[in-house]
């Protein structure tokens, strides 16, 4: 497994845990029925010794985080060019991915 690889799993799993915490790290407002599902994507080093052949386009912005749950249709969330995001979702248990990652191995 190259560097980058294990980087961008790294990452995704990290983001994955913490989309997935038990309940009782999640603050539930009595009464209310959505919140925020906000956070950051670190993607990289994409070359960290040769240089990619083709190019792949910004490397946040043309990506999207794809978050799916059983009761509602896939929800998609285009990141920031930092990386960051943020999105209102129904209070629920998700499963987030990351679009566009071919190139990634």
Known sequence: MSIRSFSFLTGLIILTIVACLPEEF???VPGNETGTLAG???IGPLCPVE???TQVGDTY???QLQI???PTSDIVVSLNPDG???TGLPICRYE???TDCE???
């Open 61 to 63: 912005s043309s990506r």
């Open 84 to 86: 960051s995001f943020e």
């Open 40 to 42: 950051s994507v670190k």
């Open 26 to 28: 999640a603050t539930v």
């Open 51 to 53: 240089p990619y052949s």
């Open 96 to 98: 987030v991915d990351l």
């Open 103 to 105: 190139f990634l191995g």
């Open 68 to 70: 799916r749950s059983e």
